[in-house]
């Protein structure tokens, strides 16, 4: 017996209980429901007769009633289907992804992956019976060379909990769910005011009151007209409500005669801060975290770089409410659309806001690679709140992108014409008039198109003519050595500095042009892109038998493709770009020069050599030179190159040039970085970097999207990438957008995680509410913000206290089930806004290039730069935030210290913090000194227009302009001996209406390093 007994299965003494249990509550089709309120019953008469002498049956049956409904009721509520998302892969990716993810797959084994888990390619769960299921076994196992997770990783096993979960999985069925976050927008189900409640006005407030119930909790009172006012400013328009609005929107209030009236009195505010110009300006500085917002460059010199067009565009785009959709694909694709407008260039400066290495001795494919990195892990943070950086070494850990589908999104990015240049070229120059914007801008596209137009003209010619090779003869160089092969020539060992001169000579044929191809040294297309290769100047001539050098004159220059400023004729003046590869030669690259008359070698006599003078002047950072290491010459004998030179339509086309290029230069204004795409001809490859190493280049890698994405789209380019994104096939956009606004409004996104929607992230607290936003937002509201804020800011839950008792803040004190309303601190931006706002000194101009406000004296060091930092006089010094000067080795230092980021890089959210110095700031900044004295003034200013006014009328005057509140008594109290203790001492200035200024002043900044000044 007792040998049968110990090959018999162990009894799972929980499992059996709640299956036991569960089958009951389910075959009796409710009985211990029914039994509770005999229960009940049974209990409150014992309770009510505690000294009764009967058998204490009653009351134990009571308990066990009850104990058995608690029972039941738990597991019916654990019998629910499992919910992959919530409960299986935050185990997997807690204990068993570090082993058995993206990056490590050990035995072949992924939890990251369906296939690599589940049958017929799975080994490791048995799907409807977990006892014939390796990871139970494993996971469940005492020996620990079996136990998963290996003891010596993990040395605490997974709970008992945690493995009834997978074996309940298991046994449901293994279903695995794709990520959430992935999964199609769900519409949902909320029933308004469902109960007879008035409270829900419309269907988000029905299911946040929902989820309220469930906890026994109810909404809190609607917040004071006041309280209101001021947290939907600040929100809508970044800024205070002035005191006249206050009282305006009091005094509507009191007027409105009905509940409905009343309710009009809020819409109708909603929709002046809507319609205000301040409403692009609150929204573009949240914008602007996002795209990485400088007027610097960044790196070590960090010198000085003209974006403010950008953020221009930015306020304006948020002020005409544009859509979402055209909102992403003009920044992300602007200059690939049919007909471009200036905005729309304007607009894909978003990308041009990475870094540029300008230090000496840098590599600039290695910065140029560091830019497009950025760029593409900004995108996908910013619109997909994916951490899709994580690919670029390896498979992700968590999610399924694998490796090389990081780089099937760097080619899509990969062909710009931007290259980690002191310039920043290609640029677009934007004048300080708007209404001068549209001429401009057509100005410099008409210069580009008659450039292209032009070379054009030679670059298809070259390809309908035939070519033969010129085989040099001899090849020498003033530095370093070459040699011939065949018809090519090589760098055979030495240097080539810049300067460097070849001379190539071959028996002089009949041509009428020449081509010159610039190769790559390798012969191998992995090992490119190489350093840059750049004829910088052209010398033709024919010597003689006797010696004699005769020169030949060149007509023109034309270049396969135009990738820079330079015209390709520069390459017949000393010291120019010339034409190739600059300032890397990512492919082969080749330029025809055609003579002004055809070369006819017996007028030279018998024995007469070409001869080819190729001057490399050219260099990059650091002065590393860029001379040609492995090129061919080629010649035409067609008289089409000389028909072309003689034409009327190459005559017109430089006529045309010449005065688009004029026209060009007169252009003033700031120097835009903007996208601008290679032509095919040049186009670069994109290579996956092995282990992320960019100088280690593996397979090429067409453009494309992560498959996990279940799209028929085709995407090969940025345009194609744009309108995906905002697709119906891409989920994440709408969620993480909408997202993103809750958490403006509400301190905290319904997803945490702003930047991460994946396996890594947070959970959303209501999915459900979240997707019904996004739905709103792309479906009724056409991606449009502006109607989507409106109902969230007149919402019931919006507009509820923020006051709430210790007993809910213990409960839910990050406020995620939303039974009070939002109080948050707010942003560095809006604290100086607001200061400056109340004191009367903000200036409310709107755009224009960035100015630099006062700040410490020896803040701004800078190295390798004679840049100062210039304080204005006049209305420049007050200004608001988001126009302020931002040089990412040196923010302004008020904003790093109330969390804003450095924008180095995208930052998708930031965290408040409570720091001492941040009331350092508020106590002790120019800026808040400053606008203290001035809010001082202005009280003062209203005392003495009221004979009857008095300090504590000053001081109350104050706190409300600060705080949109009335102070306490405990507050005028505290504040007026505060008042007074300074008016004691001997060093104030004059009093002014009887009330001492100075003293006065450190009162207002006082007020404004209130608690309540910095929360909305």
């Not at 301040?278 to 996002?290: H, I, K, N, T």
């Not at 565009?313 to 992300?332: C, G, K, S, V």
């Not at 399924?400 to 710009?416: Q, V």
């Not at 191809?517 to 033709?540: H, R």
Request: proline letters at 8%.
């Amino acid at each position: 017996m007792s040998t049968a007994l110990g090959r018999r299965r162990p009894l799972r003494p929980n499992l059996t209980r709640n299956r036991f249990a569960g089958t009951i509550a389910r075959r009796e089709g409710g009985l211990l429901g029914g039994m509770r309120p005999v229960a009940k019953s049974l209990l409150s008469d014992r309770i009510a007769n505690p000294h009764r002498k009967d058998d204490r049956i009653h009351w134990l049956i009571g308990i066990f009633l009850l104990v058995g409904f608690s029972c039941g009721s738990d597991v019916v509520q654990a019998e629910r289907p499992i919910d992959f998302n919530k409960q299986i892969r935050p185990i997997l990716t807690q204990h068993c992804t570090s082993c058995h993810g993206g990056v490590k797959q050990a035995g072949d084994l992924s939890f990251v992956y369906a296939d690599k888990v589940l049958p017929p390619d799975g080994w490791v769960i048995e799907p409807g019976d977990p006892d014939a299921s390796i990871l139970i076994e494993r996971v469940k196992s005492d020996d620990p060379d079996e136990r998963m997770p290996p003891p010596h990783e993990h040395p605490d096993p997974l709970s008992p909990g945690e493995i009834e979960l997978l074996e309940r999985w298991i046994r449901e069925g293994a279903k695995w769910g794709g990520l959430w976050s992935l999964e199609p927008l769900q519409p949902a189900t909320i029933a308004a005011g469902s109960d007879g409640s008035n409270w829900p006005r419309q269907p988000l407030d029905g299911r946040v009151l929902e989820r309220l119930k469930s906890q026994g909790l109810s909404p809190s009172p609607e917040a004071d007209p006041e309280e209101w006012l001021r947290r939907v400013s600040f929100d809508l328009i970044g800024l205070p409500p002035s005191m006249d609005r206050i009282a305006s929107f009091r005094t509507e209030l009191n007027r409105a005669v009905d509940a409905s009236s009343r309710e009009q009195v809020y819409v109708r505010e909603v929709d002046r801060l809507l319609g205000s110009e301040r409403f692009g300006e609150r929204w573009a500085s949240v914008w602007m975290d996002l795209a990485r917002y400088a007027d610097s460059k960044g790196f070590e010199k960090d010198p000085h770089r003209d974006m403010w067009p950008y953020r221009d565009w930015l306020i304006r785009a948020f002020n005409d409410d544009m859509p979402y959709d055209e909102f992403t694909i003009r920044q992300l694709a602007g200059d690939l659309l049919e007909q471009p407008t200036p905005d729309d260039l304007i607009a894909t400066a978003f990308h041009r806001n990475t870094q540029t290495n300008t230090e000496g001795g840098t590599d600039d494919e290695e910065f140029r690679v560091a830019a497009l990195i950025d760029r593409i892990n900004t995108t996908w943070t910013v619109w997909q709140a994916t951490t899709f950086g994580c690919v670029q070494c390896h498979s992700h850990p968590y999610d399924a992108f694998k490796h090389e589908e990081y780089y099937a999104c760097m080619a899509i990015m990969n062909d710009t014409l931007d290259a980690d240049l002191p310039s920043d070229y290609p640029t677009l120059k934007i004048p300080d008039d708007p209404a001068r914007l549209a001429a401009a801008v057509e100005v410099q596209r008409t210069y580009q198109r008659r450039r292209d137009e032009r070379n054009q003209l030679g670059s298809e010619l070259a390809g309908k003519v035939a070519w033969s090779p010129l085989v040099p003869s001899n090849a020498s160089s003033t530095e370093g050595a070459l040699r011939i092969e065949d018809d090519r020539v090589r760098t055979a060992g030495g240097t080539f500095p810049p300067g460097v001169r070849y001379t190539v000579q071959a028996d002089a044929p009949p041509l009428t042009a020449l081509r010159i191809e610039i190769l790559p040294a390798s012969d191998n297309p992995a090992n490119w892109p190489e350093q840059g290769s750049v004829l910088s100047q052209l010398k033709l001539s024919v010597e003689k038998a006797d010696g004699t050098v005769i020169p030949v004159p060149i007509a023109d220059v034309f270049a396969d493709a135009l990738t820079g400023p330079e015209d390709p004729r520069s390459s017949l003046d000393k010291d120019a770009a010339g034409v190739g590869g600059y300032p890397k030669l990512y492919r082969p690259r080749w330029a025809v020069f055609v003579l002004r008359d055809r070369l006819v070698p017996e007028a030279f006599g018998p024995g007469a050599v070409l001869r080819l003078e190729m001057l490399q002047s050219n260099s990059v950072a650091g002065n590393l030179a860029t001379p040609i290491r492995h090129f061919r010459w080629q010649v035409c004998d067609e008289a089409a190159w000389t028909e072309l030179i003689a034409s009327k339509a190459l005559a017109d086309a430089t006529e045309a040039l010449e005065q688009a290029k004029q026209a060009a230069a007169k252009v003033r204004g700031a120097d835009l970085p903007v996208m601008q795409q290679r032509q095919a001809a040049v186009g670069r490859a994109t290579r996956q970097f092995i282990r992320g190493n960019w100088l280690d280049r593996g397979e090429e890698i067409p453009p494309g999207i992560p498959t996990v994405f279940d799209t028929e789209q085709t995407v090969r380019n940025r345009l194609d990438f744009a309108r995906w994104i905002v697709s119906r096939d891409n989920p994440l956009a709408a969620r993480v957008w909408v997202n993103r606004i809750w958490a403006q409004l509400f301190g905290i996104g319904l997803v945490e995680t702003l930047e991460d929607f994946g396996s890594s992230g947070t959970q959303p607290a209501d999915r459900e509410l979240l997707d019904h936003l996004a739905l709103r937002l792309r479906e009724q509201h056409r991606w449009q913000l502006k109607p989507l804020l409106r109902e969230l800011v007149l919402s019931s839950v919006y507009r509820q206290t923020s006051a709430a008792p210790e007993s809910l803040r213990e409960h839910d004190p990050r406020n995620r089930l939303l039974a009070r309303g939002p109080r948050t601190r707010l942003t560095a931006e809006m604290i100086r806004d607001q200061a400056l706002s109340v004191a009367g000194l903000l200036e409310n101009r709107l755009g224009g290039p960035s100015v630099m406000p006062p700040q410490p004296d020896g803040v701004w060091q800078t190295v390798y730069s004679g840049a100062q930092w210039k304080t204005p006089e006049g209305a420049d010094r007050y200004r608001r935030a988001l126009y302020t000067y931002w040089r990412r080795t040196s923010p302004y230092p008020s904003f790093l210290m109330f969390d804003a980021p450095t924008r180095d890089l995208c930052s998708a959210r930031r965290i408040a913090t409570n720091t001492p110095l941040q009331a350092l700031v508020t106590l002790n900044d120019p800026v808040y000194v400053e606008c203290g004295r001035a809010l001082a003034t202005r009280a003062t200013e209203l005392s003495a227009a009221d004979d009857s006014a008095d300090v504590a009328d000053a001081i109350e005057w104050m706190y409300w302009a600060v705080t949109q509140r009335p102070p306490g008594q405990l507050e005028i109290d505290e504040l007026t001996q505060l008042y007074h203790d300074l008016r004691e001492d001997p060093s104030g200035d004059a009093a002014r209406g009887g009330i001492a200024l100075d003293a006065l002043a450190i009162v207002a900044n006082t007020i404004l390093n209130l608690d309540r000044a910095v929360t909305k």
